[in-house]
């Protein structure tokens, strides 16, 4: 399996708020590990504030925000979940065009638990195969997507690879799975 990020720059999308902690900094000390260069892009620069479910978390420091960048300046997305974060970013039209910048190029995307939401709206769900939480499930089906209920989804059917988990429990799965589809 192939894992080396050969120093790739990879884009985490993140809300100001309810960004569910443990889906960012997992996914993040991965890319890490496999020699990417993880970078914070959010809608305000300054921090985030993570949460852990409904609590508190830390906060972290935004490299750019998505006014100030393009899919072209990195080799894939990441896009943790939570409620809030995803909800958030699917409102905002240049958060949602950065992540729809990303299909039309072809880089890969990774999308844990809620995060799939914004990928709704950026309609890039469209004839995929993939996985959230459960609670998305009619709106990835309304949006022409297939939802199935695994660890991992894996989706080659568009002109990227879309990577898919539904909750933390699975984030082993999920950052194998999107260490390889990003070296690849």
């Known amino acids: 399996m192939a894992t080396d990020l050969d120093g790739g720059v990879v884009a985490f999308l993140a809300a100001p708020e309810g ?25 305000q620069s300054g921090q985030i504030q993570g949460l852990n479910h409904l609590d508190k978390g ?3 420091t935004v490299h750019a925000t998505v006014e100030d960048v393009s899919a072209a300046d990195f ?14 970013l699917r409102t905002v039209p240049r958060a949602v065009a950065f992540a729809k910048e990303f ?10 638990c809620h995060a799939p939401w914004t990928l709704v709206e950026a309609d890039a769900v469209r004839g995929r195969r993939l996985t959230s939480f459960p609670s998305l499930r ?3 089906a309304n949006a022409g997507g297939e939802w199935v209920d695994e660890e991992v989804v894996v989706c080659s059917a568009g002109p990227n690879k879309l990577v898919t988990s539904r909750k933390p429990d699975d984030i082993p799965a999920f950052n194998d799975a999107l260490l390889t589809a990003f070296a690849e």
């Open 19 to 43: 960004t569910e902690q443990v889906e960012l900094t997992e996914p993040w000390a991965a890319v890490e590990k496999a020699g990417g260069r993880p970078q914070l892009v959010s809608t």
């Open 138 to 140: 009619t709106d990835i």
């Open 58 to 60: 830390d906060t972290f």
């Open 103 to 112: 299909f039309d190029s072809g880089k890969p995307v990774a999308a844990i």
């Open 75 to 88: 080799a894939g997305l990441v896009l943790p979940g939570g409620v809030a974060n995803p909800d958030f």
